[in-house]
T-cell receptor, first 118, second 114 residues
């Protein structure tokens, strides 16, 4: 099973709202990722959690707040977003074997949450 | 920082024919991973094929194969016997050996003509 699930599929929010995106995987993966993808553009890495610890934060504005409550779950908390934050938000997970790496450390993506900020 | 370049914004192929998508990358690392992902209109990113940099043998997955030229930093994708379902945006991606940072190229939109 290589399924990563994301909820909700679509989200419309105002600039003063607080909302959360949720991502879940049950593949035993220990690394989870958030990407932002604008229309007709490639995904851009936002955050990486490895073994439930934030390992990469690509200088994302503080209005985006990631959380990894356990190894299967990844949240992205949204607050005071801007219209330019409207995008497809993709979650991914990978094995992240330790020590060393292996070819199984491939990222598997969820279907994404399409976010519209009004 | 590593960069990935896909010089073909759009490509088209006749059904049952073969098409090659180009990808080049820039890195100072000797160990890394390379991937091709497919993103159909549904927007789900689907892994097509992957290659470890230390392996000289080119990866193949059914109708999909790569031409990995490490010295030239080139990683092209060949799709044989193209099918209508192959129509999608194709992204080339580079992942560092040292961390989980993955970088994508700008993408190539592939159209398959019946």
């Amino acid at each position: 099973d290589t399924e990563v699930t994301q909820t909700p599929k679509h989200l419309v929010m105002g600039m003063t709202n607080k909302k959360s995106l949720k991502c879940e995987q049950h593949m035993g993966h220990r690394a989870m990722y958030w990407y932002k993808q604008k229309a007709k553009k490639p995904p851009e890495l936002m955050f990486v959690y490895s073994y439930e610890k934030l390992s990469i934060n690509e200088s994302v504005p503080s209005r985006f707040s990631p959380e990894c409550p356990n190894s299967s779950l990844l949240n992205l908390h949204l607050h005071a977003l801007q219209p330019e934050d409207s995008a497809l938000y993709l979650c991914a997970s990978s094995q992240d074997e330790r020590p060393g790496r292996s070819i199984t450390d491939t990222q598997y993506f969820g279907p994404g949450t399409r976010l519209t900020v009004l | 920082a590593q960069t990935v370049t896909q010089s073909q914004p759009e490509m088209s192929v006749q059904e049952a024919e073969t098409v090659t998508l180009s990808c080049t990358y820039d890195t100072s690392e000797s160990d890394y991973y390379l991937f091709w992902y497919k993103q159909p209109p549904s927007r789900q990113m689907i892994l097509v094929i992957r290659q470890e940099a230390y392996k000289q043998q080119n990866a193949t997955e059914n109708r999909f194969s790569v031409n990995f030229q490490k010295a030239a930093k080139s990683f092209s994708l060949k799709i044989s016997d193209s099918q209508l379902g192959d129509a999608a945006m194709y992204f080339c991606a580079y992942r560092s050996w040292a961390n989980n940072d993955m970088r994508f190229g700008a993408g190539t939109r592939l159209t398959v003509k019946p």
